[in-house]
């Protein structure tokens, strides 16, 4: 059983940052892709970044420039780190791996 668990969410600023760690149970080499997703009350999940066993990354139009996707395949770990954060990035994120695996989610708040 594959076991994704996330960690570093937390209330911040507008403006501020904040850095989302995924430690997956089995290694993340073995998976066609990683990605963070996030879902806000009343709206439907959604795609935050993603990156493939050979680093290719993809980014929601309305994180582009705002945050990078990395991988440490030797740790087993996923990390997006997001700069510039908006209250509208307010939301539960979540980690995946390609063939369905999901974290639990850490939340994130934006506010002053």
């Known amino acids: 059983q594959v076991q994704l668990v996330e960690s570093g969410g937390g209330l911040v600023q507008p403006g501020g940052s904040l850095r989302l760690s995924c430690a997956v149970s089995?290694?993340?080499?073995?998976?066609?892709?990683m990605g963070w997703y996030r879902q806000a009350p009343g709206k439907e999940r959604e795609l935050v970044a993603s990156i493939s066993t050979g680093g290719r990354t993809n980014y929601a139009d309305s994180m582009k420039g705002r945050c990078t996707i990395s991988k440490d395949n030797a740790k087993s770990t996923v990390v997006l780190q997001m700069n510039s954060l908006k209250p509208e990035d307010t939301a539960v994120y979540y980690c995946?791996?390609?063939?369905?695996?999901w974290g639990q989610g850490t939340q994130v708040t934006v506010s002053s």
């Open positions: 089995r290694n993340i080499f073995s998976f066609h892709g």
């Open positions: 995946n791996a390609a063939g369905g695996y």
